[in-house]
């Protein structure tokens, strides 16, 4: 005996109504939850802005922010100056922190002086920090990052973070040991040159007593998602190298 | 037991052991293969995959009449992605922070063997409540397995247990490091994952010679 759900009319209309109603559910779903989501995602950009200028609760070994309440006020109160570079000038801009780096990256189409550079001036105890935001790529998906620099391009501060790394192996570039290697590092070679940081595995150095190495030491297994640091880091901060001649000509 | 008669427990407990997802239906190893570099990811995965295979067994299994047979297969997969989307966009509203550490498994999620697998063998077939318990079993078994995986390749693996260290500091070595002790570094790399499951299935199989397959 044929069954009722066998007939291809039954199913056709079953699929329709599936698609139909799913489609409903989700779309529903994600506009009306979408001004929230953007919102925590706005919050998470001040406090990852606030982390890099060394604005956190951290403790001994993990990463804390700023709590999400006082993001906006520690934002407002550290961060003094917001700046869009295009093209060499840089003018300020209240929302540079919301410019999405991979869109800008895309719409840029590899020509650097079509891109909407972003450069946080941080103030904090007398000291100025610059930080700028990166953005590449690891073994799955997405990376990205916060470094902060000084006026002669040496990191203060960085943070790391990714869409899917691998538990245990690449998503540790989150982890302290990892970001906090990153601190003092210089960007320049001994010459002034723009070098960058090496995530450099069989690295000689693993405690990171020597800072002016361009190199910090890789985490174990996680080979590609170094690498991708190491990357975003050269192309992305490569692009501020102007900006901090500039500051020291003037 | 007054909740749950004798039949039903034992959806719940053969899981667990001789009727296990991993070791013995061979399901979802792909997911125990990427994620149990550290114990925190096999906890956190574990109890994800509960909450998608609890529920996901309950929808199917009230659909289960007028689901068209020669569908079924999409049907039951948009019925887990669509559930997988919803919870990762609550939480990414309502725990920001929570679903940042479960972003990395929301695909995993999707893709695991075991929740198709149970849908097809178990919700297709049986009423809500005993699908119900069927995927919480299941979860329990996968989840059993997933814990001792991410046991082992953590502490042999970095020395630490969920982010502590237990094994001394092995830069300046102390504790264990000081006898020379090094970290295995080939137990964070997914093949160890497949030997640990291997050593797993042979001891189980060791233990009950009912589960060894006739030739």
Do not use: H
């Given at each position: 005996m044929e069954n009722r759900t066998d007939k291809n009319s039954y199913t056709i209309l079953f699929a329709i109504a599936m698609v139909v109603i799913v489609g409903a559910v989700l779309a529903f779903t994600a506009s009306s939850l979408s001004p929230k989501i953007s919102e925590n995602q706005r919050i998470e950009k001040?406090?990852?802005?606030?982390?890099?200028?060394?604005?956190?609760?951290?403790?001994?070994?993990?990463?804390?922010?700023?709590?999400?309440?006082e993001a906006q006020e520690l934002f407002d109160k550290y961060i003094t100056k917001q700046l869009v570079i295009k093209n060499g000038q840089a003018s300020e801009d209240e929302e540079a922190y919301l410019i999405d780096l991979?869109?800008?990256?895309?719409?840029?189409?590899?020509?650097?002086?079509?891109?909407?550079?972003?450069l946080f001036i941080g103030e904090k105890d007398g000291t100025t920090f610059h930080i700028i935001p990166i953005y590449g790529k690891g073994l799955w998906d997405a990376i990205w990052g916060y470094v902060s620099l000084d006026d002669n391009m040496v990191i203060q501060g960085a943070y790391f973070d990714h869409k899917g790394e691998t538990p245990g192996l690449g998503a540790n570039i989150k982890q302290r040991y990892f970001m906090d290697d990153f601190i003092g590092e210089h960007l320049l070679d001994a010459n002034g040159n723009f070098k960058g940081v090496e995530v450099a595995k069989g690295n000689a150095d693993p405690t990171n007593e020597d800072k002016t190495d361009n190199a910090v030491d890789?985490?174990?297994g996680a080979t590609i998602t170094g690498d991708g640091v190491t990357a975003m880091i050269k192309s992305d901060l490569k692009l501020y190298k102007p900006y901090f001649d500039n500051l020291k000509n003037n | 037991m007054g909740l749950l008669s004798k039949k039903d427990t034992k959806l719940i407990t053969d899981p667990l052991a001789d009727n296990n997802p991993i070791t013995i239906q061979v399901l979802g190893i792909c997911s125990a293969l990427a994620i149990t570099a550290e114990l925190k990811a096999s906890i956190v995965m574990s109890i994800s995959v509960m909450f998608v295979l609890g529920l996901g067994n309950v929808v199917i299994s009230l659909?289960?009449?007028?689901?068209?047979?020669?569908?079924?297969?999409?049907?039951?997969?948009?019925?887990?992605?669509?559930?997988?989307?919803?919870?990762?966009?609550?939480?990414?509203?309502?725990?920001?922070?929570?679903?940042?550490?479960?972003?990395?498994?929301?695909?995993?999620?999707?893709?695991?063997?075991?929740?198709?697998?149970?849908?097809?063998?178990?919700?297709?077939?049986?009423?809500?409540?005993?699908?119900?318990?069927?995927g919480i079993g299941n979860s329990l078994g996968y989840g059993v397995i997933l814990i001792i995986v991410g046991f082992f390749r953590e502490l042999l693996g970095s020395g630490t247990l969920l982010g502590?260290?237990?094994?001394?500091?092995?830069?300046?070595?102390?504790?264990?490091?000081?006898?020379?002790?090094?970290?295995?570094?080939?137990?964070l790399l997914s093949p160890m994952a497949l030997i640990v499951v291997g050593i797993i299935i042979w001891v189980q199989r060791t233990r009950n010679k009912a589960l060894v397959e006739d030739h």
């Open positions: 001040q406090q990852n802005i606030l982390y890099a200028m060394g604005v956190n609760q951290n403790d001994e070994s993990s990463a804390v922010f700023v709590s999400t309440k991979k869109k800008d990256k895309a719409a840029a189409a590899g020509d650097a002086s079509k891109r909407n550079l972003p890789a985490i174990a | 659909m289960r009449n007028i689901i068209p047979s020669k569908i079924r297969i999409i049907v039951q997969l948009t019925v887990v992605a669509a559930l997988v989307i919803i919870v990762d966009q609550v939480l990414k509203a309502f725990a920001y922070e929570l679903s940042k550490t479960l972003s990395v498994f929301v695909g995993l999620i999707i893709t695991n063997c075991i929740i198709m697998g149970r849908f097809e063998a178990f919700a297709l077939a049986n009423g809500p409540w005993k699908s119900f318990l069927d502590f260290p237990v094994l001394g500091d092995p830069i300046a070595k102390t504790g264990l490091y000081a006898f020379g002790y090094e970290n295995n570094g080939f137990m």
